[in-house]
């Protein structure tokens, strides 16, 4: 079985596995609910019924990301995954909203509860039940890198203390007269409209498009660079995420100037075999910067230019160095610090600076993205 349809298949059962559960909860929590009167318990049940629908929206987006690539989306249909998680969003946020109001009823027109041994005994068992399923659903979401199943999972573990927090209630009230409960009905539903707002949130970053994650970069960088002796330095690694675990992107080596078309041919092929089987990461782009080998006075130009742009607060790296004694031409990339206030005024301020200490040379400095 391929990763792919395996990582299909544990989503899948986990997520069943949450849905049966949750539903088996929504029932015995709706008949505490409506027999005792509690609006925290029935609010408790409905977040309960939200995070079934989770669910059965989590494995409807998990089967259409499946789809293999066609014409129309040659990339596959990965990204269903961010919009079925889009759906489960709004859907928590409805739930959490729907909830506040009914809350907040009940505070203005409040009614006694009335609890059984029962009613305590079945919400005490949702707290172990909602305390496992939560345990059980983020470990598999780890082990299948699946956001979803370890936001979910991570959602049941907060959910068990809220059911936690609804007993608590019912306890005070049967021991001390005291109701609280459409007050714990309305934290209740503050915690679960936070909740939605933050899986947006997520899901919005994952829609937009965000930073890659430092960890891998440099591991793919590391390993593309220890490949063959040839390449001095990996640079500008750019993925796009087309899903969960489906990147596809480019990068630059630094090579040397001696290399024919060839033997770059070769080692770029090597490179983009090599990444794929290692990372699973495909790369359709692997772009060459010329390394001087032929001139020392080229290192030395090298070390006085690093030295020129490291006296500017904000420079964090240069790459792809490389000079044209001959056409007294020079080219090469700097990266600055995303919280530098204006990165374009820093650039032109440094390209003037290296300008002025070479007047009779031709700069071309590429202001690249720290991704």
Same mark, same amino acid.
């Given at each position: 079985m391929s990763d792919e349809k395996s990582r299909e298949k544990v989503i899948v059962h986990t997520s069943l596995t949450g849905i049966i559960a949750n539903l088996a909860l929504v029932g015995f929590k709706m008949a505490v609910g409506f027999v005792s009167g509690s609006i925290a318990v029935i609010l408790d049940a409905i977040n309960n019924l939200s995070d079934a629908l989770s669910s059965i929206i989590t494995i409807i987006g998990i089967r259409l990301a499946a789809k293999k690539p066609d014409a129309k989306h040659p990339m596959g249909y990965g990204r269903v995954e961010y919009l079925s998680a889009l759906i489960v969003s709004a859907l928590v946020l409805y739930a959490g909203i729907t909830s506040l109001v009914e809350s907040i009823k009940k505070i203005i027109h409040p009614s006694a509860a009335d609890y059984s041994m029962v009613s305590l005994i079945i919400i005490a068992a949702a707290v172990?039940?909602?305390?496992?399923?939560?345990?059980?659903?983020?470990?598999?979401?780890?082990?299948?890198?699946?956001?979803?199943?370890? @936001?979910?999972?991570?959602?049941?573990?907060?959910?068990? $203390?809220?059911? #936690?927090?609804?007993? /608590?209630?019912? =306890? *005070?009230?049967?021991?001390?007269?005291?109701?609280?409960?459409?007050?714990?009905?309305? @934290?209740?539903?503050?915690?679960?409209?936070?909740?939605? $707002?933050?899986? #947006?949130?997520?899901? /919005?970053?994952? =829609? *937009?498009?965000?930073?890659?994650?430092?960890?891998m970069a440099h591991a793919i960088k590391q390993y593309v660079k220890g490949l063959d002796p040839a390449i001095h330095g990996a640079h500008d690694l750019i993925l796009h995420n087309y899903g969960p675990s489906h990147f596809v992107g480019s990068i630059h080596i630094s090579i040397p100037d001696t290399m024919n078309a060839e033997q770059i041919d070769s080692l770029t092929r090597k490179i983009t075999d090599a990444v794929y089987q290692k990372f699973g990461v495909l790369l359709v782009g692997v772009g060459i910067y010329s390394c001087n080998t032929k001139d020392d006075a080229a290192a030395k130009m090298r070390q006085q230019v690093q030295q020129i742009l490291s006296d500017h607060e904000g420079f964090m790296q240069m790459h792809g160095f490389y000079v044209d004694e001959k056409k007294k031409y020079c080219s090469f990339d700097i990266i600055l610090n995303w919280n530098v206030p204006d990165r374009q005024a820093l650039y032109d301020h440094m390209k003037k600076d290296v300008e002025n200490a070479f007047p009779d040379y031709t700069f071309r400095i590429t202001l690249d993205l720290d991704i």
């Amino acid at each position: 079985m391929s990763d792919e349809k395996s990582r299909e298949k544990v989503i899948v059962h986990t997520s069943l596995t949450g849905i049966i559960a949750n539903l088996a909860l929504v029932g015995f929590k709706m008949a505490v609910g409506f027999v005792s009167g509690s609006i925290a318990v029935i609010l408790d049940a409905i977040n309960n019924l939200s995070d079934a629908l989770s669910s059965i929206i989590t494995i409807i987006g998990i089967r259409l990301a499946a789809k293999k690539p066609d014409a129309k989306h040659p990339m596959g249909y990965g990204r269903v995954e961010y919009l079925s998680a889009l759906i489960v969003s709004a859907l928590v946020l409805y739930a959490g909203i729907t909830s506040l109001v009914e809350s907040i009823k009940k505070i203005i027109h409040p009614s006694a509860a009335d609890y059984s041994m029962v009613s305590l005994i079945i919400i005490a068992a949702a707290v172990i039940v909602k305390f496992l399923l939560g345990r059980y659903v983020s470990r598999q979401g780890r082990k299948v890198d699946s956001a979803a199943l370890v @936001a979910s999972g991570s959602d049941a573990s907060f959910d068990s $203390l809220v059911s #936690l927090s609804v007993l /608590l209630s019912a =306890i *005070l009230y049967l021991t001390t007269h005291i109701s609280i409960e459409a007050y714990v009905g309305a @934290a209740i539903a503050v915690l679960i409209i936070k909740s939605g $707002l933050e899986m #947006l949130q997520g899901t /919005l970053d994952d =829609i *937009l498009g965000m930073s890659i994650d430092k960890n891998m970069a440099h591991a793919i960088k590391q390993y593309v660079k220890g490949l063959d002796p040839a390449i001095h330095g990996a640079h500008d690694l750019i993925l796009h995420n087309y899903g969960p675990s489906h990147f596809v992107g480019s990068i630059h080596i630094s090579i040397p100037d001696t290399m024919n078309a060839e033997q770059i041919d070769s080692l770029t092929r090597k490179i983009t075999d090599a990444v794929y089987q290692k990372f699973g990461v495909l790369l359709v782009g692997v772009g060459i910067y010329s390394c001087n080998t032929k001139d020392d006075a080229a290192a030395k130009m090298r070390q006085q230019v690093q030295q020129i742009l490291s006296d500017h607060e904000g420079f964090m790296q240069m790459h792809g160095f490389y000079v044209d004694e001959k056409k007294k031409y020079c080219s090469f990339d700097i990266i600055l610090n995303w919280n530098v206030p204006d990165r374009q005024a820093l650039y032109d301020h440094m390209k003037k600076d290296v300008e002025n200490a070479f007047p009779d040379y031709t700069f071309r400095i590429t202001l690249d993205l720290d991704i």
